[in-house]
């Protein structure tokens, strides 16, 4: 894409000259940004809805409840990325929503299943620190989304 100047006028201004920046860099490939902010927000979701529920009605010391909340958290996370990677991120226009959204969650299942394994092979087998593991295995797993949510969920 050409080079866009959204603030015209003040060029000299530093103000202006990163916001003009920023959004260069935002038109070359809205897509992928697109898809990282929807990825922020379904993360803010999934936190929003486990914390509001494990310091509400649910008690975290309990395993059981532990998992409900979580496995709440995350149909509410999936159903907020479907959404927002349908309509925003890659405007789908597919008719066949059933099929999509099976193919959604089949692929985020997938990602999930990934991000186990990620962490297993990082912190039991190489005994690295466990929140490098989870920053590694969630660069692999939001790339591993993108792909699959590209080439196998929203494809054209």
Known sequence: M???LIIKGHQNNPFVKFWNWGWNIYYK???IWNYLIAGLLTTVVSLVVYFVLTRTILDPNNPIQLQIANVISWICAITFAYITN????????NKNILQE????IEARVASLLMDMFCMFMIVTVLSLNDVIGKIVSQIVVTVTNYILSKVFVFKK
Not at 86 to 93: A, E, L, N
Request: hydrophobic share 40%; proline share 6%; glycine share 0%.
């Open 2 to 4: 050409e080079k866009k």
């Open 29 to 31: 490939n809205p897509q």
């Open 86 to 93: 349908r309509i925003f991120v890659f405007k789908s226009k």
């Open 101 to 104: 959204i099976v193919r959604f």
